[in-house]
């Protein structure tokens, strides 16, 4: 599954957008430093990096 959202390019294997459904990313910059984070539409993390 691909999906584009202001210019950049999301792509999602179909089992794991079968698993999760719809997912969020989000930029965390705090006292563990800065990374982007996965979510699925539930709220839990999936993966970050």
Do not use: H, P, W
């Not at 989000?26 to 563990?32: E, V």
Request: charged share 15%; glycine share 14%; aromatic share 14%.
């Amino acid at each position: 599954m691909e999906q584009v959202v202001d210019g950049i390019e999301f792509v999602v294997d179909e089992n794991t957008f079968n698993q999760f459904g719809a997912v969020v990313v989000d930029f965390s910059s705090g006292f563990l430093g800065k990374r982007f984070m996965v979510n699925y539409a539930g709220g839990s993390t999936v993966g970050s990096c």
